[in-house]
């Protein structure tokens, strides 16, 4: 079977039974903590797949990734997937059920990179116009990386707004480039 298709049909699944539950908010972020663990431990993917490491193990496992309790509804999609041996999509599933949840309540992610801390009123823009030009909610994570130089480095969805020094100076490199091949 299509390993895309396992994660989709798991994770509408479970939005359609976290929906019927009123507990989709709680599934979603314990989702979103399962994501950040396999981040944090690499090796997290590697004990799931272990076939020795008995079922119950690898539930108290996940269920600590999620954040150390879990709502009934994840409780009970984790029994499903761990009977049907799929541990090893539970990936793939959070990632299709965090995008099917953004989707179902209008949430559009955002990435904020700045060269150093921005002030409240300037992200609050930043949100407020987003919100605006699409209609929903925006869920923003910040980033500081001090090799944009200056500016800012914005992304929503998949557009992306480049107001650093760093990129500005990429692009007159590119264009000073592409000027003097015509030279030679």
Known sequence: M?????????????LDFASVS????????EAKAIIQSYFQFSELRTVLDNPVLAK????KIIIL???????????RFLDLLLENDREYHLHSVVLKYIDLFRKQKNIHYGKLT????VDKAVETRLMSLVENTTGGTVEMEKIIDPD?????????DFVRWDASISGQLRRIKKDYIERNKKIV
């Open 22 to 29: 009123n507990e989709q908010d709680r599934v979603y972020t």
């Open 2 to 14: 299509n390993t895309g298709l396992i994660p989709a049909r798991y994770a509408t699944a479970l």
């Open 65 to 75: 990734a999620a954040g150390g309790q879990v709502s009934k509804s994840f409780e």
């Open 56 to 59: 119950a193990e690898k539930r």
């Open 148 to 156: 944009i130089l200056g500016g800012f480095m914005f992304e929503v």
């Open 114 to 117: 700045t060269a150093s801390a």
